[in-house]
């Protein structure tokens, strides 16, 4: 569930026992050395020591796991995670305050991703971006949705056990934690209701986003299939009977015209829209309900302590 976190901790939340720069940067590798700033790693998150804050950022699952991709973490798994990290840098990082929390899930879909992400239109408040064809951005100030090909970050990262796969992956990223849901530590993280209240606004979010459900292809096979096509596109998006009775009601048509407009119309009907076909984003959208009643029953128990 968690991909990349950010936490801050200063040395006063532990009674200024420990210094940072001291401790801390010993434990890292890639080390650069500023004034009164250490920057490193451990693993695959990025530590940043600016005098007595220590700022950690990484996703937690690939801490965990190795990657990011086999599969999401249980609840007593993200303790663990949590635990062994504070571990490995000499402190607790579960009294750490968390300023970023991304959580994602990865889909395994029929087709290409980018199909998909072409299907989902428009969320109010949110403003529609994509920088690439196969990403696409719902954004806000405090929040941001992140839908994407999953597979080109694996192709790069040499991961062969996931060739010929589409997987699209859904990202909600709290970038305002504080504001959105008031102070939140570590060990906030582990907890039940707040995973569960996480997940809700994931899952609320998506379901919101308005989608195009009717199913109309456009076809290239001639000119001819390629008007009807398009005019199939425009009947899917807007009623056009009406427009041919308003148009004749405004004698910008006779009744021969309109009668003959109609019956084409009737025609591309029954050909292009007069089907049973499941909408595509009907899949995405379906695996997306499945895993979130899942993930429910799994995240509605608390860790063993």
Known sequence: MYDTLKFILLEKDLGNKVCFIEEVSCRLTDVKYYNNRVVGRIKNMQVDIRGTTLIVEGSLTKWFLGNNYERFLLLWEIRSAIRSLGSALGVPIEKAKVSRIDIAFNFRVSYVPWLYLTKLLYFDSYHRSNIEKETL??????????????????????????????????????????????????????????????????????????????????????????????????????????????????????????????????????????????????????????????????????PAS
């Open 137 to 302: 951005y719902f954004d806000k100030y405090d929040c941001q949705l992140v839908f994407y090909d999953k597979m080109n970050e694996l192709k790069s990262c040499g991961a062969k056990e996931t060739e010929n796969l589409n997987l699209l992956r859904y990202e909600f990223r709290f970038k305002k934690v504080t504001k959105l849901f008031g102070e939140v530590r570590g060990s906030c993280l582990y907890d039940s209701d707040f995973c569960l209240l996480l997940l809700e606004k994931w899952y609320r979010c998506y379901m919101d986003i308005d989608k195009q459900v009717e199913e109309v292809g456009l076809k290239f096979t001639g000119v001819k299939d390629m008007k009807e096509s398009c005019v199939a596109l425009c009947m899917s998006e807007i009623n056009m009977f009406d427009a041919i009775e308003e148009a004749f009601t405004k004698k910008e048509i006779n009744s021969a015209v309109k009668f003959a407009v109609l019956q084409e119309l009737r025609r591309i009907r029954s050909i292009y829209l007069d089907n049973e076909k499941v909408p595509l984003i009907n899949e995405l959208t379906r695996k997306i309900e499945n895993t979130y009643v899942m993930l429910k029953r799994r995240y509605n128990v608390s």
